[in-house]
Every structure is written in structure tokens, then in C-alpha cells.
């Protein structure tokens, strides 16, 4: 058997980007598998988003999916399929065709926290997923609705622990960033408020807005505008540093609850047995959208963090599910007891 070393030039992406994938295979030359190569994208890629519109992983990924369709020359549709925290979404994007047009974006909740969260879930975060590439960094802050009656983070405490069994706590689901994050928190103020869960976390910053419901941990994107607008308050931010998006919320261990240490995090998955070479050019597209200013300007104004260059790549993504998985496994036991 004689190895061929093929260059397949993507001619849509190469009038873009200049794209040349070269593939080695030890298979003789087989035109029919050529012909596909060469015609991927041949028409829309569908992108689900496990949550409702409007919140931060369906901002995110439209942010990003609008400059993958310049480079991909073909639409790239975000498709919100709701539901149980995001992992019913999850679990029929880990059993769509491995083609490269069903796509979906995962994040600390699906892919890490969930496993720790339901006994029986219908997928494996790192086995059954080609990881595609890192979208964005999210800080995740607690919040109050408006008139909430603490006016720092020390008084929220103070608060919440008098009040347990009176509070009620937003989430997008069980599995969600929203909820792992707030288990934690909860677990560490030693509080049990009653869950309010919803399809996303834009519908519970209604709810919040609207004084429906006392409190949630939400990603930063989602937080920025409402905060602004004074139709929320925010207490702490679960990162090391404060966010230059909101330079007067504290961070967590300044307000003397240094355990809380979140970082949210959004990222694009195929199907495992999706082709490597399908998953490099959606890499490609995904790493060059995140250089573009259309890209960066959105995610930094809201707060997000771009990731950098040696997060952008397939293996760094797995390495990050792993460490995620292991991270709250240990987190949620403990939180649980
Ligand atoms: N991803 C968010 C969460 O897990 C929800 C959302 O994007 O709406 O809480």
C-alpha cells in the first residue's frame, strides 16, 4: 500500500482566508471522498444553543457564528433547543450525523458540571464530542433583584442566612452554569434557598428584573446591560480579579468569601467521529472570528474574556473538559452535603 499525500483546497474558504488543509491518508485516492472534501460547507451549518435566546451562551454564539459564515461561505443557524439544563440539547447533538452541520455550544454546565448533577445522563462529555475550539471566558457575579434588602455583599449574607427558607433562587436548569455556580455558593453560606428554574438565563434575569425572585450566579454578558440600566443589583464577581466591564463589584475574596471562584466558559462541539479535517476548518473559522473585531468588541464590552490563542485549539478544549469534569465532581459532592 502506497501513501498519497493529498491538498485539498477549500475554494470558498481559500477565496477567504487562503485556507489550504492538506490531508495525508494511507487509502488510495478515492474521487467521490475528494468531491466531498472539497464541497464542505455545501450548504447551512446549524449551531444548537441549549438555552433560551437572548442569554450568554446564545449571545455568545451568535456573536461568533455570524464571522464563521464569512469564513465558511456558508450560513451558520443557531437553533435554541431548551430544556433540563441544557443536557436535553446536549444529548441529541452528541447522536447527530458527524458531518460537520450539526454543531453545538457546550460549556462548564454540559460538559462538566452535569455529570456530577444527573446519575444517568445520556452522554459523555469527553468521550462522546470532537472538541472544536474555546468561544469565550466568562466571570459569573451573584445578583439580586432590585430591591433586595442588603446593600453589600456582607448584608447579603447576612440576609440570606436569616432568611433561608424564604428566598428564591433563579437558574437554567439543573446542569446549567447558573445552578453548579449557585450550589456552590449556597454550600458555602450555608443557605437552602427554593429553586426557580428556567430555559435560560435571559428569561430568569426577567424574572429578577421584575422582582419575581430574590437572587441568581449569572455569566457576565447577561449581567452588564440590566446592571447598568439599574434594574438589578450585583454583590460579587467569583473571579480573581474585578472585570473592567464592572470595575466597582468586588471580587468574591475581597468581600471575604475567597472560596467562591467561578469561571464560566463556552465552547463549540461536533459529533465524536465528526472528520478531523471538518473540525480543523471549523477551528480555523472559529479561532480567525475571534481576532475580528466584530467579535471582540461585543464579547470584552459585556464583560466576557477572549481566549487566547493556546485555548483556542481542539486539544486544549479536551484538556479543559477533563480538568473541568474532575474540578466539579469535587465541587458538587462537596456542595451536596
Ligand atoms: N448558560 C447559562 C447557564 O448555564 C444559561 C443561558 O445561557 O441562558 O446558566
Not at 464569512?70 to 452528541?94: C, D, F, M
Not at 438589578?232 to 472585570?243: H, L, N
Request: proline share 9%.
Amino acid at each position: 500500500m502506497h501513501c498519497i499525500v493529498r491538498a485539498v483546497a477549500f475554494s470558498r474558504v481559500a477565496a477567504v482566508i487562503g485556507l489550504v488543509v492538506a490531508v495525508s491518508t494511507s487509502l488510495p485516492y478515492d474521487p467521490a471522498i475528494s468531491q466531498t472534501r472539497i464541497s464542505y460547507p455545501s450548504r447551512p451549518i446549524t449551531v444548537i444553543v441549549p438555552f433560551a435566546k437572548g442569554g450568554p451562551t446564545d449571545v455568545v454564539a451568535r456573536i461568533v457564528a455570524v464571522e464563521m459564515s464569512k469564513t465558511l461561505g456558508q450560513p451558520v443557524a443557531i437553533e435554541n433547543v431548551v430544556g433540563a439544563g441544557g443536557t436535553t440539547a446536549t444529548q441529541r447533538a452528541a447522536r447527530a450525523e458527524p458531518d460537520g452541520y450539526t454543531l453545538i455550544v457546550g460549556h462548564m454546565g454540559t460538559h462538566a458540571a452535569a455529570v456530577a448533577l444527573y446519575p444517568n445522563l445520556g452522554y459523555r462529555p469527553d468521550a462522546d464530542f470532537a472538541p472544536v475550539a474555546l468561544l469565550s471566558r466568562m466571570p459569573v457575579l451573584v445578583v439580586a433583584r432590585q430591591h433586595f434588602p442588603a446593600a453589600d455583599f456582607g448584608e447579603f449574607v447576612s440576609y440570606v442566612r436569616g432568611h433561608t427558607h424564604l428566598l428564591n433562587m433563579a437558574h437554567a436548569g439543573v446542569g446549567s452554569v447558573s445552578y453548579a455556580s449557585c450550589t456552590l455558593l449556597n454550600h458555602l453560606l450555608g443557605i437552602d434557598p427554593t429553586g426557580v428554574p428556567f430555559n435560560g438565563t435571559a428569561p430568569a434575569m426577567e424574572a429578577l428584573a421584575a422582582g419575581q425572585v430574590d437572587y441568581m450566579c449569572d455569566q457576565i454578558v447577561n449581567v452588564v446591560v440590566p446592571l447598568r440600566d439599574g434594574a438589578v443589583r450585583a454583590y460579587v464577581i467569583a473571579s480573581p480579579q474585578r472585570d473592567p466591564a464592572l470595575p466597582t463589584v468586588p471580587t468574591a475574596a475581597e468581600a471575604g468569601l475567597p472560596a467562591f471562584e467561578v469561571e464560566a466558559w463556552n465552547a463549540l462541539f461536533a459529533p465524536k467521529g465528526t472528520p478531523d479535517w471538518i473540525v480543523a476548518m471549523l477551528n480555523t473559522a472559529v479561532v480567525r472570528a475571534l481576532d475580528q473585531p466584530e467579535v471582540r468588541n461585543p464579547l470584552i464590552g459585556l464583560g466576557g474574556i477572549v481566549p487566547s490563542p493556546d485555548q483556542r485549539t481542539p486539544d486544549a478544549l479536551r484538556a479543559r473538559v477533563q480538568a473541568e469534569l474532575q474540578k466539579w465532581g469535587q465541587v458538587l459532592k462537596r456542595s451536596s452535603h
